[in-house]
């Protein structure tokens, strides 16, 4: 998952998905979500070997709880035991969060017997990461994309702030930026959300749901 490389479309999914189905949605990047994986690493275990079976070559990511939760450490090790090309961090406060996870994963690397520096990160600033945006430049080699994650209507003003923060961090970086994920079951909605986001700079969006996948990569192969 090189820096240059475009990934217009990242799947968010539950360890319990069925990983044929996943595979056949045709987004660019699955993200095997480990919120709540320690408590189910054989659903892990089987996604990861289903998946290597179906698309060997497609390369997996992780989605990691930020520093604040419990076991953070632990999942990260889950993560690098399984392969990870890359891990996007949730609910990144600063560019110290990323720094402490790079760290994190040169220690799981070892463990594993992987070269150091091998697993790429992303990082989902939470409100704290956007007003600290600046922190993330030149906070790791391994940084490779910036997104935005939040509750907020992507038609507020906090929303558009966020966003526009983000893209420009990113865009001063050299990084590319993520758009957040976007309601599911309101196809006009997600429309004009990527048609803003990819406006606005970002290179690809976050979801949940694989009916959004056709619109999302549709929008940013424009």
Known sequence: MAKSLKIRSWLVVEPSANAETVHSAGADVT????????DSRNAVGEFCRAWADLAPAADLSFLLPGFPAARTEETIDLAVRHGAASVVLRGARNGADV???????????????????????VALADAAGILA?????RCSNRLVALGWEGSYDHSSDTARLAAGTIALTAAATGIAAIDAVSPAGDAAGLLSDCERARAN????KLCRSLDQIPIINRIFSV
């Open 31 to 38: 993200v095997l979500d480990l919120g709540d994986a320690l």
């Open 99 to 121: 720094q402490r996870l790079d760290m994190a994963l040169r220690v799981a690397e070892i463990r594993a017997g992987l070269a150091p520096g091998e697993t790429q990160i």
């Open 133 to 137: 945006a600046p922190s993330f430049e």
């Open 201 to 204: 700079g970002f290179s690809g």
